[in-house]
C-alpha cells in the first residue's frame, strides 16, 4: 500500500473535477512534498473518471490534456500519465491514437535521459 496524501480530497475531486479547482488546491504540492503539477494530473484523472461514471465525454487532448501534461517535469511521469489518457477514450476515438503517439514520445525522452544518466555515471567513474 503506498501513502497517497490526496486521498482524503479523492471524493470531492471526483466532484468538483475542473481546471479551477486544481489551480486553487494546486499550493498543496509544496507543503505535501509533491511534483508540480501533480496535482492538476489527479484532478485530470479525476475528471476522467467523473465523465465515465455520468456517461459525459472526455476532456479533450489538446485543451484539457496536453496543458496539464506540460504542467509536470518528469518525462517518465508524463509519458505514464499520457498512456493511461489513452486508454480512457475509446478504442475507435481519434484522440486515443494521438493521445498513444504522444506518450510514446515521452517514453523515448524519458529513456534517453536515464540513458544520459547513465552514460554521466559511467564516464565520472572512469
Request: glycine letters at 2%; proline letters at 6%.
Amino acid at each position: 500500500q503506498v501513502y497517497d496524501p490526496l486521498s482524503p480530497l479523492h471524493s470531492f475531486l471526483l466532484s468538483h473535477a475542473d481546471a479551477s479547482t486544481a489551480t486553487a488546491i494546486a499550493p498543496l504540492c509544496i507543503p505535501l512534498n509533491l511534483p508540480l503539477g501533480y496535482i492538476h494530473a489527479r484532478v485530470l484523472v479525476a475528471r476522467f473518471q467523473h465523465a465515465e461514471i455520468s456517461d459525459t465525454s472526455q476532456p479533450a487532448l489538446v485543451s484539457e490534456v496536453l496543458p496539464v501534461l506540460n504542467r509536470l517535469k518528469s518525462s517518465k511521469d508524463q509519458s505514464i500519465l499520457s498512456e493511461w489518457c489513452a486508454t480512457m477514450y475509446g478504442e475507435d476515438n481519434e484522440q486515443r491514437m494521438k493521445c498513444l503517439d504522444i506518450a510514446l514520445e515521452y517514453a523515448m525522452k524519458a529513456s534517453s535521459e536515464i540513458e544520459q544518466k547513465i552514460n554521466c555515471k559511467l564516464n565520472s567513474d572512469v
